[in-house]
């Protein structure tokens, strides 16, 4: 039975949903009638994210998920598929980022580059690898890539990984459109999170000079947009990067 909500009847698995981001998107999907996966590293933090979702009146489950692991991934689409059937929808949000380290592309110690990017650049598309066939069993889905404006300004190699994220939606929306899956990005600018605040700290003031709206974003800012994007009122939108910045930058 229809109850006007937008994702009655969709399993949708949120990545990084432990904590800042990931978690609105997670709690703003289950208010939407979603099966929601809270999909993180975090087990703690997850469970007890999972569980809230619950209690309220949703519908969650916690699976641990490492995304730079194709058998981790696989391993959480099985249970998914246990549990619910099948993935209609995903949220590519993990990363490392609260405890980013800072450094230099020509100076970065490599292995934790390789870990970095293992995570903030591969793991959107080892979860498009690991969900894709379940989602086109199901007549098609919906993937959504946290970008970031970072990937448009001098930002280290963070910025390089959401810029390889950008190249990944458009890329993969290309390779899955035939199955009926869209594959679309958002592109936060300064969003007051924890993380956010860890790194950037006082800087993160100056930041709101530069904005044509004169605040941070907020988790609950990204989560409009990343609805859309996931539901059918997006039915021809794919391959694209939505920026919710405040007017932080402007791409012809």
């Known amino acids: 039975m229809s109850t006007g909500k937008r994702f009655t009847d969709k399993v949708v698995v949120v990545t990084g949903a432990a904590q800042g981001i990931g978690e609105a998107y997670a709690r703003a999907l289950a208010a939407e009638d979603a ?29 641990r998920t490492d995304v730079s692991s194709q058998e981790s991934a696989q391993a959480m689409v099985e249970r998914v598929s246990e549990e619910w059937g099948g993935i209609d929808g995903l949220v590519n949000n993990a990363a490392i980022y609260g405890a980013m380290q800072f450094d230099l592309l020509v100076t970065v110690d490599w292995d934790y580059y390789k870990k970095f990017m293992g995570v903030n650049m591969d793991g959107a598309l080892v979860m498009t690898r690991a969900v894709y066939r379940s989602m086109q069993a199901r007549g098609g889905g919906s993937i959504v890539n946290q970008s970031s404006t970072a990937a ?28 009926g899956i869209r594959v679309n990005a958002i592109a936060p600018g300064p969003t007051d999170t924890e ?30 947009a990343c609805l859309f994007l996931l539901s059918d009122e997006a039915a021809w939108i794919t391959g694209q990067i939505l920026a919710v910045d405040g007017g932080q930058t402007w791409r012809p």
Do not use: C, W
């Open 35 to 63: 099966d929601v996966v809270v999909a993180d590293v975090s087990e703690e933090a997850g469970e007890k994210v999972a569980a809230s979702i619950n209690e309220s009146g949703g519908s969650a489950i916690f699976v």
């Open 152 to 179: 448009y300004l001098y930002s280290g190699f963070y910025g390089l990984a959401k810029t390889g994220v950008n190249g990944l939606t458009q890329q993969l929306a290309h390779e899955v459109g035939g199955m």
């Open 195 to 224: 993380a956010t605040r860890t790194q950037a700290g006082d800087a993160a003031k100056e930041l709101v000079k530069n904005l044509a709206l004169k605040r941070m974003g907020q988790p609950e800012d990204m989560v409009g």
